[in-house]
């Protein structure tokens, strides 16, 4: 995905870039839709203008971004699988697994909550 190569190359652990390059692949894969987009310097995906999910990286893991309403909606889920979450983010740590299923449930109700929304953030 050439719009994220720049800060994909930027990250210096080789596995956790693979790790973010294949999240990315196969959302674009699932919901080819999506728009890719960097952001203040954050890869994101959008759909028709609106934010949908973002990604930044730490030392010892990834940090998925989503709008209180959407972490709010699956903070029980976030938790039972074993990540930890912010008011508006989750962490994924180098060591533990991608739930790509909690993934997809969180990108489609983002997807479906703003389907008529007409701004990048919800109001």
């Not at 759909?47 to 309403?69: L, P, Q, R």
């Not at 989750?90 to 969180?106: A, F, H, S």
Request: overall charge negative.
């Amino acid at each position: 995905m050439k719009e994220f190569t720049d800060y994909l190359n930027a990250i210096t652990n080789k596995d956790q870039r693979a790790r973010l390059e294949n999240i990315f692949t196969w959302i674009k894969e699932t919901f080819p839709q999506l728009t890719p987009r960097l952001a203040w310097n954050q890869p994101m995906f959008t759909d028709h203008g609106t934010f949908i999910v973002g990604f930044s990286t730490a030392k010892n893991h990834i940090s998925i971004a989503n709008e209180f309403a959407g972490l709010e909606e699956f903070k029980d889920q976030i938790l039972a699988a074993g990540y930890t979450h912010g008011k508006m983010l989750w962490k994924i740590t180098n060591d533990q697994e991608v739930d790509y299923g909690l993934l997809e449930r969180m990108i489609t109700f983002n997807i479906e909550e703003k389907k008529e929304c007409t701004t990048f953030w919800r109001k």
